[in-house]
């Protein structure tokens, strides 16, 4: 998938970009102006199975790097993709990419080559608070926090999409393939029955001798991007030191993650096994190691940082809870990042005894106590999701709700409110007394009263299972950008 993904939108959308207009493809672009050519794609899968056709519907492609030593977000058009026409999933992408600028204050550098919003959906582009129009906001919001942004316009920039560059501090147009016009030469006949070319109307001489939209004119691409780079070098945004962190590998090879990796949902793999192979050195210093054990917490390194780990072991019981509050209240005082690694039980069945329900009660506040801890730690924190991603355990273990820093999952992850395999079962008989005697009526007319509906209703529940089962993927998650991307196991460690 990620190999159909780099492929845009196919070789006759490829041959058009690079034989007819001869521009360079997108990934050709990112290295002539990264630093090694090396960067993070962020939610590469995007729009891989949206209704908008047979190819990703994203239209860009989003990341962190290196320019002259400084960390960098990009968001750069994909113009085999529909001409880098934006869809609603391209929207939430760019935002996303934003948003992570914003708060690791990382210069954003924007690669437009896009013919703006895809009309046919504006109900779903437009008019709400994080539709297109955020983008620009966000420009603003940026500029006024000191975060710098810069631009390259190295294809069409049309209609809104024309305020990217304008609204960068500073931006390169390239000759003869750049243009920036609110409405193209399609418009202008339909409206006034003028014949203009793109380039008088709005090309890279005009703007740079006549309009002053853009700063820089550039020849050819591979100048623009050597341009891009000389424009960096003088924000005086200091490059974050490479500090020699003598790290130790971990004992045991990360390749054996993809063994390891869980495809039973029940938390019934010791997670300390996927901690040995993460960790420096496997080296981990438990906390609590004792108590609550189905919650691993703990310190570890990972190539070189210092960071706290809080990693399931099992379902999310009272205990754990509680010790998982108080270890990060302890990362939150110390300004240690968190590391969450989920792996939550599907949800139990519901009490079948007042005292299972007292229990289940005293579990839901230490839970309550946990998400208020998870919620306002002030530390950077990284979930990733090693196997499920169920319910409130979910929420608990900084679920994509409580705004971690980054959320990566695994590819065998599941994501959903419950699992499709997991569903209540009959209680079993015993001695029953008082209340537990009607507890177990209820429940017996209870269940009579299911067995009747599961007869009436069998195709709509297997069909309704069926969408469950489709819809808790990894694939179907990271496709609407609810995490930051699939990472291969091997790679964790890396990423």
Same mark, same amino acid.
């Given at each position: 998938?990620?190999?159909?993904?780099?492929?845009?939108?196919?070789?006759?959308?490829?041959?058009?970009?690079?034989?007819?207009?001869?521009?360079?493809?997108?990934?050709?672009?990112?290295?002539?102006?990264?630093?090694?050519?090396?960067?993070?794609?962020?939610?590469?899968?995007?729009?891989?199975?949206?209704?908008?056709?047979?190819?990703?519907?994203?239209?860009?492609?989003?990341?962190?790097?290196?320019?002259?030593?400084?960390?960098?977000?990009?968001?750069?058009?994909?113009?085999?993709?529909?001409?880098?026409?934006?869809?609603?999933?391209?929207?939430?992408?760019?935002?996303?990419?934003?948003?992570?600028?914003?708060?690791?204050?990382?210069?954003?550098?924007?690669?437009?080559?896009?013919?703006?919003?895809?009309?046919?959906?504006?109900?779903?582009?437009?008019?709400?608070?994080? $539709?297109?129009?955020?983008?620009?906001?966000?420009?603003?919001?940026?500029?006024?926090?000191?975060?710098?942004?810069?631009?390259?316009?190295?294809?069409?920039?049309?209609?809104?999409?024309?305020?990217? %560059?304008?609204?960068?501090?500073?931006?390169?147009?390239?000759?003869?393939?750049?243009?920036?016009?609110?409405?193209? %030469?399609?418009?202008?006949?339909?409206?006034?029955?003028?014949?203009?070319?793109?380039?008088?109307?709005?090309?890279?001489?005009?703007?740079?001798?006549?309009?002053?939209?853009?700063?820089?004119?550039?020849?050819?691409?591979?100048?623009?991007?050597?341009?891009?780079?000389?424009?960096?070098?003088?924000?005086?945004?200091? %490059?974050?030191?490479?500090?020699?962190?003598?790290?130790?590998?971990?004992?045991?090879?990360?390749?054996?993650?993809?063994?390891?990796?869980?495809?039973?949902?029940?938390?019934?793999?010791?997670?300390?096994?996927?901690?040995?192979?993460?960790?420096?050195?496997?080296?981990?210093?438990?906390?609590?190691?004792?108590?609550?054990?189905?919650?691993?917490?703990?310190?570890?390194?990972?190539?070189?940082?210092?960071?706290?780990?809080?990693?399931?072991?099992?379902?999310?019981?009272?205990?754990?809870?509680?010790?998982?509050?108080?270890?990060?209240?302890?990362?939150?005082?110390?300004?240690?990042?968190?590391?969450?690694?989920?792996?939550?039980?599907?949800?139990?069945?519901?009490?079948?005894?007042?005292?299972?329900?007292?229990?289940?009660?005293?579990?839901?506040?230490?839970?309550?106590?946990?998400?208020?801890?998870?919620?306002?730690?002030?530390?950077?924190?990284?979930?990733?999701?090693?196997?499920?991603?169920?319910?409130?355990?979910?929420?608990?273990?900084?679920?994509?709700?409580?705004?971690?820093?980054?959320?990566?999952?695994?590819?065998?992850?599941?994501?959903?409110?419950?699992?499709?395999? $997991?569903?209540?079962?009959?209680?079993?008989?015993?001695?029953?007394?008082?209340?537990?005697?009607?507890?177990?009526?209820?429940?017996?007319?209870?269940?009579?009263?299911?067995?009747?509906?599961?007869?009436?209703?069998?195709?709509?529940?297997?069909?309704?299972?069926?969408?469950?089962?489709?819809?808790?993927?990894?694939?179907?998650?990271?496709?609407?950008?609810?995490?930051?991307?699939?990472?291969?196991?091997?790679?964790?460690?890396?990423?």
């Amino acid at each position: 998938l990620l190999e159909r993904a780099k492929k845009g939108g196919g070789e006759n959308a490829i041959l058009r970009h690079t034989q007819r207009n001869k521009k360079l493809f997108v990934r050709e672009r990112l290295r002539l102006l990264l630093d090694d050519g090396d960067f993070l794609e962020l939610s590469p899968l995007a729009g891989l199975d949206m209704p908008y056709g047979d190819v990703p519907a994203a239209g860009c492609l989003t990341g962190i790097g290196k320019i002259c030593g400084v960390w960098c977000v990009f968001i750069a058009s994909d113009a085999t993709v529909k001409g880098g026409t934006i869809y609603p999933i391209g929207v939430k992408k760019q935002l996303r990419a934003q948003e992570i600028a914003m708060e690791n204050r990382l210069l954003s550098v924007h690669l437009v080559d896009s013919g703006g919003a895809f009309l046919p959906l504006q109900s779903e582009l437009f008019p709400d608070k994080l $539709h297109g129009g955020r983008v620009f906001y966000n420009e603003a919001i940026m500029s006024a926090m000191g975060i710098p942004q810069v631009a390259v316009v190295c294809g069409s920039c049309v209609a809104g999409g024309a305020y990217v %560059p304008t609204m960068a501090e500073e931006s390169v147009i390239i000759d003869k393939i750049g243009s920036l016009f609110l409405a193209g %030469p399609p418009l202008v006949k339909a409206a006034t029955g003028e014949d203009v070319s793109p380039e008088d109307l709005g090309g890279a001489r005009l703007h740079s001798q006549v309009s002053g939209c853009t700063d820089h004119f550039a020849p050819s691409e591979e100048e623009a991007y050597e341009c891009i780079r000389h424009v960096v070098s003088t924000l005086n945004c200091e %490059p974050v030191p490479e500090q020699d962190r003598d790290h130790d590998s971990p004992l045991y090879s990360p390749e054996e993650l993809l063994g390891l990796a869980p495809l039973d949902y029940g938390c019934t793999l010791p997670v300390k096994l996927i901690l040995s192979r993460l960790v420096d050195g496997s080296r981990f210093q438990e906390f609590k190691a004792a108590y609550g054990t189905t919650l691993v917490t703990g310190f570890g390194h990972v190539e070189g940082h210092l960071v706290g780990i809080v990693a399931n072991n099992g379902e999310l019981a009272h205990d754990a809870a509680l010790k998982g509050s108080h270890f990060v209240q302890l990362c939150g005082q110390r300004g240690i990042p968190i590391l969450f690694l989920q792996n939550t039980a599907p949800q139990p069945a519901g009490p079948a005894s007042i005292s299972q329900a007292e229990a289940h009660s005293n579990r839901l506040k230490a839970q309550a106590s946990m998400m208020a801890a998870v919620a306002c730690a002030a530390v950077p924190k990284i979930t990733i999701v090693i196997g499920g991603c169920f319910g409130s355990d979910s929420y608990v273990m900084c679920g994509r709700s409580f705004s971690p820093n980054f959320l990566f999952l695994w590819p065998n992850a599941r994501v959903a409110l419950v699992d499709s395999r $997991h569903f209540p079962t009959v209680p079993p008989a015993g001695d029953w007394t008082g209340e537990e005697l009607e507890l177990k009526q209820l429940k017996a007319n209870f269940f009579s009263l299911l067995c009747c509906f599961y007869c009436a209703f069998k195709p709509v529940l297997f069909s309704a299972l069926s969408r469950l089962e489709e819809e808790s993927s990894a694939f179907y998650s990271s496709s609407r950008v609810w995490d930051d991307g699939i990472v291969l196991p091997q790679d964790t460690r890396k990423v």
